[in-house]
């Protein structure tokens, strides 16, 4: 009887390790992710912000963070061929509090201004790879 107690022990304390291993592995990745201001300082204005993402890597996880006047801009979730004909359905996914976190997930996301016609041609536009 005593040894099934000692292998019994060492089981739960197996478990008990293997626990606090996975949870550092989750909270590290967690501890990772990062909020970028989509634009800089100057935020989500009307513009040329297109090149904004250039020399970023974005990571399944990460925050961008549109900020901008809610009452002149809004920020469209659109597909590529809608991203480069500055055209967005009816029933796209649109923010427009002046202070949206959008969280990514991998692949490759699409965003515009639809608040005005000429926003998005004008390159108020971003497209974002993320792994």
């Known amino acids: 009887m005593p040894s099934q107690g000692r292998r019994g022990s060492a ?7 293997l626990a606090v291993c996975l949870s550092l592995v989750l909270n590290f990745e967690v501890a990772q992710a990062k909020a970028y201001r989509v634009g800089g300082a ?8 297109a090149s ?9 996880g990460d925050t961008l963070v ?10 469209v979730v659109v597909n590529r061929a809608q991203y480069h004909s500055c055209n967005a ?3 796209a996914t649109t923010y427009h509090t002046g202070n949206d976190h959008i969280k990514l997930v991998k692949g490759h996301h699409f965003f515009m ?6 926003h998005c041609k004008a390159g108020m536009r971003i497209a974002v790879k993320v792994v």
């Open 11 to 17: 089981l739960v304390a197996a478990a008990v390790a």
């Open 42 to 49: 100057n935020g989500w204005t009307y513009g040329n912000i």
């Open 52 to 60: 904004w993402p250039r020399g970023r890597h974005f990571r399944a």
């Open 66 to 75: 549109f900020k901008y006047d809610a009452e002149q801009y809004d920020v």
């Open 89 to 91: 359905p009816n029933n």
């Open 113 to 118: 201004c639809n608040i005005f016609p000429w």
